[in-house]
């Protein structure tokens, strides 16, 4: 047994174990004193249970986004911002554009109730949906150049 090898099982002990079982009793907290009326402090426990879980689910990342390659191997950091890159693109981007459709789709449902400008915000949701999905393809496109150009030039 090293010293690399407690660190590392110390580590995932704590991001793995302790901090979502912290995390649910800060959120059970929370519930009490939102329950007893108490809203001044019933906030801070929450995000306290939020804060744990995040960093459980940071190290669980970090994890996917390293552990594909060996720990010697020199394009190690180059393969985990593609991962994120990927991830970004391929995840985050098309789940942000769903929420802009669905919250521009119920702006214009509110359209004969506002008297102001409600096409600019409807518009700015479904040009923000349509920039996101822009984006993922475009990251994909790339990808796809870049593994057909792989073998070389023939």
Known sequence: MSVYHG???LTNWAGNVIMPTLGALFIAIAILQF???QHQVYSMW???????LLVSGLLRAMEKFTGQLGWNNPDLYWNSILNLVDWFANVILPVYAGMHVTLGA????????QYTHHQVTA???FVAALLCLMGSG???LAEFFVS??????S
């Open 7 to 9: 660190i590392l099982n």
């Open 35 to 37: 329950a007893r009326g």
């Open 46 to 52: 929450a995000y306290g249970g939020l804060l744990c």
């Open 106 to 113: 119920i702006q214009v449902g509110e359209a004969f109730t």
């Open 123 to 125: 518009t700015r949701h």
């Open 138 to 140: 475009l990251v994909r």
């Open 148 to 153: 057909r150009g792989t073998g070389g030039v």
